[in-house]
């Protein structure tokens, strides 16, 4: 170990022992021997991901569109209920995809509330984020703040199922129907989550299957809509700009999702109903969990939707809890729960979004309010219910002893 290694794990462990010796209720060891993480990736049985690479290995056949990511497009299909589905490398990849394929042009309105990707896929290929502020209950997209934010200079409006809470959609239409642009949504952490009855839902939605997700191809994405045009572009533009004849139409980029990834999907997505059921108990479990404890309230799933639960969030009110969320944070750690700021700062306070002229003076009180109170705790097929109890515990020891 390098001496400046050797100083950061010094520093770290006296930082641990000071958490702890400031609580003054944690006696012994740490609470997890091991750390429990969120984002421990969800894995399918091996040896069915083995099998499924093992045909793609002994048939020659690593990528481009090959028959293991044609089963899984087919497969996700069924869960995002849309007409047309094209798999890809990473949603970020897909993002930027849906965005040209959709007609998205200068401005796009998007939540500052969101992970940095959704903001960076847009001004990466040379669109310029214009952020509005959130609803508190659900974190998604507040439509009023996107309606004032319309100007003529706005080319696009993208919404983020964040959480899995589906934005109000039929608003978000309404508003993309009078100021005349595309509607795309960030459904990056919404796979599974689908609204219980039929309405408008954008011109295209992206999905994530990074490892952190409830379903991961390792890495991948998937680009959903129901529009015969949208989805030949996407095919098109996902593949170098080929059509199916194999003759370059336009511009494009290399988005496709190898067959290993698809393997993994495939494995994956033949137990989703399975890890959907476990996520909903653990949920369940936090929920009760955590009822009793002041100042540290668990956000629910919005009605009229079906949910995957893949992040359990909740909001530390310091006034009730009598410690602030960094401080939560802090004390989880030191028992070796590593919970996730999910989503702090917001984009508009990061490099390059917080020096950008676009974006001064901004005004999101919902967001600078949920950018210092969330906390992501850990789920996960690896998440046990004993778990979850062992940290509801720690969590309600820290509150009484604030
Ligand atoms: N839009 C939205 C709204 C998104 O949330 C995301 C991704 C995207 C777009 C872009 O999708 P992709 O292009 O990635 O498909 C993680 C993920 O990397 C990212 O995919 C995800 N959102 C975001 C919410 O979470 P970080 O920066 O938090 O990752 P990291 O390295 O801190 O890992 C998170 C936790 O997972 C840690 O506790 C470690 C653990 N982990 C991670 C990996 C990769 C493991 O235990 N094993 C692993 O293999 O972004």
Known sequence: MTGRADREVAVQAEGVKRVRADLACFGGEPAFADDIRVGTPNVPAKERYLELVSQAIDRRWLSNLGPLVQEFEGRAAERTLRRHNTATSNATAALQVAAKACGL????????????????????????????????????????????????????????????????????????????????????????????????????????????????????????????????????????????????????????????????????????????????????????????????????????????????????????????????????????IRTKKYFAPGCHRMPPYRSDAVHTPLDLPVTEELTERVLSLPIGLSVSPQDVDRICDVIAAAVRHA
Request: aromatic share 8%; glycine share 10%; hydrophobic share 45%.
């Open 105 to 336: 042009t200068g401005e796009v309105i998007m939540p500052s509330f969101t992970f940095v990707a959704t903001a960076h896929a847009m001004s990466w290929i040379g669109l310029t984020p214009v952020f509005c502020d959130v609803d508190p209950a659900t974190g998604t997209l507040d439509p009023l703040s996107v309606a004032k934010a319309v100007t003529p200079r706005t080319g696009g409006i993208l919404g983020v199922h964040i959480w899995g809470n589906l934005c109000d959609s039929a608003a978000l239409d309404e508003v993309a129907r009078d100021a005349g642009v595309p509607l795309v949504y960030d459904s990056a952490q919404a796979f599974g989550c689908r609204p219980l009855a039929p309405g408008p839902m954008g011109s295209a939605e992206v999905f994530s299957f990074h490892a952190t997700k409830i379903l991961n191809t390792f890495e991948g994405g998937l680009v959903a809509t129901d529009s015969d045009e949208v989805h030949a572009r996407v095919r098109s533009m996902h593949n170098f700009g080929f059509d199916e004849a194999m003759r370059v139409i336009g511009p494009g980029t290399n988005a496709k999702m190898s067959e290993s990834s698809a393997a993994m999907g495939i494995a994956s997505i033949e137990r989703l109903d399975a890890t959907l059921a476990t996520y909903r108990s653990l949920h369940l479990r936090y929920r009760e969990g955590l009822a009793q404890v002041p100042g540290v309230t668990l956000f629910e799933a919005p009605a009229g939707q079906t949910h995957n639960h893949q992040y359990i969030v909740v909001r530390v009110d310091p006034g009730a809890a009598g410690l602030d969320r960094d401080r939560l944070f802090d004390v989880l750690g030191a028992e070796n």
